[in-house]
């Protein structure tokens, strides 16, 4: 079993944070509620902690607003947002949701917890996938302030918990670069989106009606 440690790292490690930097012409894809938080397609959510990477400064045993402090997560394909977002229950309900297609007109720069980058960020690769929440959290919020080590990125790039595609999670400070994306909505119950949901329902052993 794996050992993961609070932050922050040891001292005595030379760390050697890895960046990605996303290009222009990147699409990137979001499965949203727009009936939780005031959720848009670009738009960040300012409570928390919650989720995985989640940087909010409030208790995460209590979580709440912290209006400095937004994030949001991405995937690069369907599959991977479908699977985040139901893959818990694998139970797919489309009812309520929208996905959002954006394709990026300005660079982003993520820190990179894939494979190696997760070590040489101070921490290990587990830390995308475990149900610690509460871990980490702690980890996403030195990320975010600790720019001595890691610079001012924009998120973070890493495995998924559910089938270990690259996902992202964005701090508001990527705001400007999502500002100018251009941005495609749909929702989610759309007979367009059927034949691609049934085929990863398939894939991944989920159940969708």
């Given at each position: 079993?794996?050992?993961?440690?609070?932050?922050?790292?040891?001292?005595?490690?030379?760390?050697?944070?890895?960046?990605?930097?996303?290009?222009?012409?990147?699409?990137?894809?979001?499965?949203?509620?727009?009936?939780?938080?005031?959720?848009?397609?670009?738009?960040?959510?300012?409570?928390?902690?919650?989720a995985r990477f989640d940087h909010?400064?409030?208790?995460?045993?209590?979580?709440?607003?912290?209006?400095?402090?937004?994030?949001?997560?991405?995937?690069f394909t369907f599959k991977c947002?479908?699977?985040?977002?139901?893959?818990?229950?694998?139970?797919?309900?489309?009812?309520?949701?929208?996905?959002?297609?954006?394709?990026?007109?300005?660079?982003?720069?993520?820190?990179?917890?894939?494979?190696?980058?997760?070590?040489?960020?101070?921490?290990?690769?587990?830390?995308?996938?475990?149900?610690?929440?509460?871990?980490?959290?702690?980890?996403?919020?030195?990320?975010?302030?600790?720019?001595?080590?890691y610079g001012e990125v924009d998120?973070?790039?890493?495995?998924?918990?559910?089938?270990?595609?690259?996902?992202?999670?964005?701090?508001?400070?990527?705001?400007?670069?999502?500002?100018?994306?251009?941005?495609?909505?749909?929702?989610?119950?759309?007979?367009?989106?059927?034949?691609?949901?049934?085929?990863?329902?398939?894939?991944?052993?989920?159940?969708?009606?």
């Open positions: 079993m794996v050992i993961i440690k609070s932050p922050p790292p040891d001292s005595k490690l030379k760390l050697n944070p890895q960046t990605k930097i996303l290009q222009p012409d990147t699409v990137l894809r979001r499965i949203y509620n727009p009936h939780k938080y005031g959720t848009q397609a670009t738009t960040f959510r300012f409570n928390g902690p919650r909010q400064r409030c208790d995460p045993t209590k979580p709440d607003n912290d209006l400095e402090r937004g994030i949001n997560y991405w995937g947002c479908l699977v985040e977002v139901f893959g818990d229950t694998r139970i797919i309900d489309v009812n309520d949701y929208h996905l959002a297609k954006i394709t990026l007109t300005q660079p982003l720069k993520l820190l990179d917890l894939i494979g190696d980058g997760a070590m040489q960020a101070g921490t290990v690769n587990s830390i995308s996938q475990i149900s610690d929440r509460h871990l980490s959290q702690a980890w996403g919020k030195y990320f975010y302030e600790t720019i001595s080590v998120g973070l790039i890493f495995g998924n918990a559910h089938n270990n595609e690259h996902s992202i999670a964005l701090y508001e400070r990527a705001k400007p670069q999502l500002n100018s994306a251009r941005v495609k909505t749909v929702p989610l119950n759309s007979r367009s989106l059927r034949p691609a949901i049934i085929e990863v329902a398939q894939q991944c052993s989920m159940i969708f009606d």
